[in-house]
């Protein structure tokens, strides 16, 4: 006889939530988009090395569940969430190999979150992904940074090669002006994403660089966010500097996010 399903789980009623899951700490420096990478920068202020690679107490985050109250038994972080992965480090360093198939695990199992992994070492991401990875994992997006026109022709014909269900390419720290109108054309990439450099010792980032990549993400029909102007801005000849509480409200003010 079938088996009813009379007292159904109580669904979770908790709004999503966007939440930022460090589960490694520590990197090392690849290019000169990370000369003054700002987990460098907080780690040295404490006396840290920032180079020694180390989980955190946060591994387990995705799937660690309320001990108390209303949701108890649940996961801490809601169904529908929106992760954003390995901020104070890279998902594919070689120091974390040894942790990756169980954070792949962590990832499979909340296939009801998204996952937002940004790497800069492409060539790592086919030979670490999951055995069952297939073409991709609809709910995980593994995006590209790319600093410099170098990088970007060093990296993104690698990491457009990689089978996976969504292409993102972040221009973070901006560095000089980018042509990806090669890159675009082949339909894979969804959105591009783009910011200056931030901190005392930060870059200027050219307004005119951020208006042509926008004025490509057009002419191809992508999304294009402009993240953050940086610490320092060149915009009709004029260099503005931008104290970071402003550098996200000044780039959203553009209106060039679309």
Known sequence: MEQLNLFPETPDKRAPVSDTWNLWHGCTRVSTGCRHCYMYRRD????????VVEKTKSFN?????LRTGEYKGKFKVPAGSMIYTCFSS?????????????????????????FLIITKRPERIEQTLPYDWNDGWVHVTIAVTVENQEMADKRLPIYLAVPMKHYSVMIEPMLSSVDLRKYLSIGKIEDVNVGGESGPEARVCDYNW????????????IGFYYHQTGARLLKD????????????EQAKKAGLDR
Not at 45 to 50: E, L, S
Not at 98 to 109: G, P, Q, S
């Open 44 to 51: 040295e202020a404490v006396g840290r090395d920032p180079s």
């Open 61 to 65: 985050l995705p799937v660690s569940k």
């Open 90 to 114: 890279d998902f594919f360093h070689i120091e974390a190999d040894k942790w990756r198939d169980e954070a792949w695990d962590m990832i499979r199992e909340r296939s009801d979150c998204s």
């Open 210 to 221: 951020v208006l042509d990549v926008h004025d490509q993400c057009v002419e191809y029909g």
């Open 237 to 248: 000849g004029k260099e503005y500097r931008i104290s970071r509480e402003h550098q996200h």
